[in-house]
């Protein structure tokens, strides 16, 4: 006498795959009759009634239940059958939780690419970058290239073995990225939108897009392209070919391209080819003489009709008097540092010593001793080999702001923060303290130090944007969105023009 | 200072409005290895709305959010959308990027290249299909020319999470929609009928294909055709969707060759 099970799963879902295996697996098995493992759909449900079974079993069943119909030759085999397909279940799954199914890692970046995917982002110490990357780029990916201290003959080689496989190297030293919906690098939670971004400076691009999200304009994509290229040695490879590929992109409707101050034959071809892009393109250098970030990301919003209202600040909570002294300006972001650097040179027309100097003269030696006013990029090369970039480790800049804060020199300490995800998790809880502490230090030395911050961040950024600039705040710093605008502050307090 | 902890997760445009508008409440009426599915209640007749926590290497379906770090929530859970956020439990997702499931293409270049995508279709073998891609291409090509009644009869038939039958009208649908030709009343006739015939997933997959929504391997193939790639790369790129499912991906693809072979 033959021995039936019928069984209905409410909600129980497998893939295709799984359920055809399974149904494979089960009406192959010794002494089974007929098998039907399937969602309840009422065409199931005519199979099932033609295979015979009982129609009352099935009476309740909706679509959305998965039918289990088995037919064997006696119980034993029944429950056999039951057995193996209870294991086929539990074997899908328990393969397919760990690390919500990842397989086996590869042992290449090609071997990883065979499996699928079109980016690889390489993170490596730039001495064993190029050998990945490179691998990357043969295998028809595009890269994103995180890794700084990439010497430069590689990267042109990178670059130019990329445009004959028809891909993009985003990098060295690529901070930031968004591609395909996805934030690489430093990447902030931006609105979706109408702004594709090219990009030969990470922190830039953030402080472009993040103005850009707090007036209500989202991006299509953000591409970097390395800090070096539009030297005239890289002559903007990466630069042209990202340009290319957003102006082909539909979603894309006007093309931004940031970078510090390019070679000017490099920059005459960045130019000409932004005039022959179907799409509308805005170009800018930023450095000293050119327009700021924040102007450049209000001729993006005028472009696209919006109307242009100037970055949110939150006030310190004292008077912003002038005082004697200094600024000292501690940056993790090497183009926020430029701006700032370019805006207090222009306005005070004095020097602004620095590790990574707008004029040759300017340059600290390397114990980076303070002198008249300074600004440096803790960010640089040379300050990064062999320890993380100050947007996620904070110590040798909180080490900086106590030493500037005993020097009596010190009048305005000027500061970036940046947020979004790859920063630092929550950075008002190490520096809103430090803060506060130097502020006391000054105070106790008979010195109003005044703390100004860059912070760039959008409302979305999971650090909470707001809740981090009111943390500063309340530390007695004054917060603005626009690092152009911190640094304008910073300048005024030292006695400098006003805004 | 407290933080508010949240996971990321990247999103289709099409539920866009769901996560983004007032806070709804639904469950997770289905769970599996690499989705959860979760039903928002809906007002008078219309069905649940439908919308899937899809594990990175699961399907980016149209209806579906895409989360890096879980777990997914198990049947049953109660699931907080809107105001930005999916909430189940001690879990807070929240999109920080976000997808267009519908491919804009010229479709005039895509009615020109048409042979394209019926050669690749073609080239595949038999066995590959849910269907006979005789009937299939038959099913389809009714559909261009407004004539639901062969998809009827295969609504809800096969095996899996999203029967073979739905694979072909949802690939239909997309690429009718695509072109503008799917007119309102048959696709308001294939969603009600997909209502009751199918699953609850399977059917909000057919309405967002009625929207010319459709999984990034299917809009892959099509702007692979409108542009007049050459063979080799029409064929890698139907490739990347026949890897789709056991038979979705063959299926849909059968869809779209059918309904648009009829178009043309």
Redesign the interface.
């Known amino acids: 006498m033959t021995a039936d099970r019928v069984e209905l799963r409410p909600?129980?879902?497998?893939?295709?795959?799984t359920?055809?295996q399974a149904?494979e697996a089960i009406a192959t098995s010794a002494g089974v009759e007929a098998a039907l493992?399937?969602?309840a759909?009422?065409?199931?449900l005519e199979l099932y009634e033609r295979l015979a079974f009982e129609a009352a079993a099935v009476a309740s069943a909706t679509?959305?239940d998965l039918l289990i119909a088995v037919r064997a030759e006696d119980e034993p085999a029944l429950e056999r059958a039951l057995a193996l397909l209870e294991a086929r279940f539990t074997a899908?799954?328990a393969?397919?939780?760990v690390g919500?199914?990842?397989p086996e890692p590869p042992h290449t970046t090609a071997a990883a690419l065979r499996r699928?995917g079109t980016l690889s982002l390489i993170s490596l110490p730039g001495a064993h970058a190029f050998v990945e990357a490179m691998d990357a780029v043969q295998a028809g990916a595009s890269v994103m290239l995180f890794s700084d201290n990439v010497p430069v003959e590689q990267e042109i080689r990178l670059k130019d073995e990329a445009a004959r496989h028809g891909v993009l190297v985003m990098g060295p030293d690529c901070g930031t990225a968004?591609v395909?919906?996805?934030?690489l690098g430093f990447?902030n939670?931006?609105r979706?939108g109408p702004v594709g971004i090219v990009a030969a400076s990470g922190t830039g691009a953030q402080q472009v897009s993040c103005l850009l999200d707090a007036a209500g304009v989202g991006v299509t994509a953000v591409l970097g392209t390395g800090g070096r290229d539009l030297s005239a040695a890289v002559g903007a490879r990466s630069t042209l070919a990202a340009m290319e590929l957003l102006d082909k992109h539909?979603?894309t409707e006007l093309v931004v391209v940031l970078s510090k101050p390019p070679d000017p034959k490099v920059a005459e071809r960045v130019l000409a080819a932004a005039a022959a892009l179907d799409t509308p393109a805005l170009v800018a250098f930023v450095g000293r003489g050119q327009r700021d970030l924040t102007a450049v990301t209000a001729d993006v919003i005028s472009a696209l009709g919006r109307p242009v209202e100037p970055p949110t600040e939150w006030a310190a909570p004292y008077d912003r008097h002038p005082r004697a002294g200094a600024i000292r300006g501690l940056f993790s972001g090497g183009t926020l540092c430029d701006e700032a650097m370019a805006i207090a040179a222009d306005t005070l027309g004095a020097p602004i010593h620095s590790n990574t100097p707008l004029q040759a003269e300017w340059q600290l030696g390397a114990d980076l001793r303070s002198r008249g006013h300074l600004m440096i990029d803790f960010g640089d090369d040379q300050l990064t080999q062999g320890r993380a970039h100050p947007m996620i480790d904070p110590s040798l800049r909180l080490e900086r702001i106590a030493q500037e804060a005993a020097d009596p020199t010190c009048a305005v300490l000027l500061l970036d923060i940046v947020l979004g995800?790859g920063s630092h998790?929550?950075p008002?809880?190490p520096f809103a303290p430090a803060l506060r502490r130097a502020r006391e230090l000054a105070a106790a030395d008979g010195r109003d130090l005044a703390v100004v911050v860059a912070l760039v961040g959008s409302a979305?950024d999971?650090?909470?944007r707001d809740?981090t600039a009111q943390?500063l705040v309340a530390a007695g710093a004054s917060v603005h969105l626009s690092n152009a605008a911190a640094a304008r502050v910073a300048v005024e307090l030292v006695g400098g023009a006003d805004r | 200072m407290a933080q508010r902890r949240f996971f990321p997760g990247w999103a289709s445009t099409s539920i866009g409005g769901v996560i983004t508008g007032s806070v709804r409440t639904g469950t997770v009426i289905a769970d599996g290895p690499a989705a959860s599915y979760v039903a928002l209640p809906e007002d008078d007749d219309t069905p649940d709305l439908l919308l899937g926590l899809l594990a990175p290497d699961a399907v980016r379906l149209p209806i579906g959010m895409c989360v890096l770090e879980g777990p997914l929530p198990p049947r049953g859970t109660t699931v907080h959308v809107g105001e930005g956020h999916i909430v189940a439990g001690r879990h807070t997702w929240q999109p920080v990027r976000w997808w267009d499931p519908r491919p804009r293409l010229d479709v005039a270049a895509l009615f020109a290249h048409a042979d394209l995508l019926i050669d690749a279709v073609d080239a595949e073998p038999a066995g590959s299909f849910g269907l006979p891609l005789p009937v299939a291409l038959a099913v389809a090509g009714a559909l261009a020319h407004a004539d639901a009644h062969p998809a009827y009869g295969v609504l809800g038939l096969g095996p899996g999470l999203t029967p073979t039958g739905d694979d072909i009208v949802a690939g239909a649908c997309a690429v009718l929609a695509i072109a503008g030709r799917l007119d309102d009343s048959l696709r308001a006739a294939l969603d009600a009928h997909a209502h009751t015939r199918t699953t609850a997933l399977s059917a909000a997959l057919v309405a967002a294909a009625g929207r010319g929504e459709m999984i990034p391997q299917a809009a892959r193939l099509l702007a692979s055709v409108a542009a007049g790639e050459p063979r080799a790369d029409v064929a890698a790129a139907a490739r990347s969707l026949f890897a789709v499912g056991s038979t979705s991906g063959h299926d849909l693809a059968a869809g779209l060759a059918g309904a648009l072979k009829a178009a043309s």
């Open positions: 909600g129980f879902y497998r893939d295709s795959v359920l055809l149904s493992i399937a969602m759909t009422p065409l199931n679509p959305n899908q799954v393969v397919a939780t919500f199914g990842v699928g968004v395909g919906g996805l934030g990447a939670v931006l979706p539909p979603g995800y998790a929550d008002a809880t979305g999971p650090q909470g809740a943390a």
